[in-house]
């Protein structure tokens, strides 16, 4: 596949995320994919269904905007932000009723049109600020 074509079927994935259309990564992801920084509790699509239900659990309104695509050859990168207003439980976390906006960073390797691995960098502290589970740097100061 091309690099558009490759940025294409990663646009698809993102598009699903806002739809709540999970089923579309059966045919996104391979069955051997790994997220390396937010492991999943089984290898490929359904690991990854898993992960995202917990978002759609704790942010029912969840909404992924992409901001910028990179793509060379088996690489797409992008970079954007997701929002959501913490209505159920995440992570062990109650819901709050706070919304959030928490941007994000990834890169995915595709092989054989489907994506085999991805890295994410999303805004971990500023979500736990957000949500105000942990102190912002103003509310510490005394």
Do not use: C
């Given at each position: ?70 793509a060379q050859g088996d690489t797409v990168a992008t970079r954007g932000y997701m929002t959501g207003t913490h209505d159920g ?54």
């Amino acid at each position: 596949m091309s690099a558009e074509e490759n940025a294409a079927l990663i646009h698809r994935g993102f598009e699903a995320m806002n739809t709540k259309d999970l089923d579309v990564f059966d045919e996104v992801l391979a069955p051997t994919y790994v997220n390396h920084d937010m492991p999943a509790p089984a290898p490929g699509p359904d690991g990854f269904k898993q992960v995202m239900a917990m978002f759609l659990r704790g942010f029912p309104d969840f909404r992924l905007t992409v901001e910028e695509t990179l793509a060379q050859g088996d690489t797409v990168a992008t970079r954007g932000y997701m929002t959501g207003t913490h209505d159920g439980e995440f992570m062990g976390i109650p819901a709050t009723g706070k919304r959030v906006t928490v941007s994000y960073m990834d890169f995915w390797r595709l092989e054989n049109g489907k994506a085999v691995e991805n890295w994410v960098r999303l805004d971990q502290l500023g979500l736990l600020q957000q949500l105000g589970v942990i102190p912002t740097p103003e509310q510490a100061t005394p």
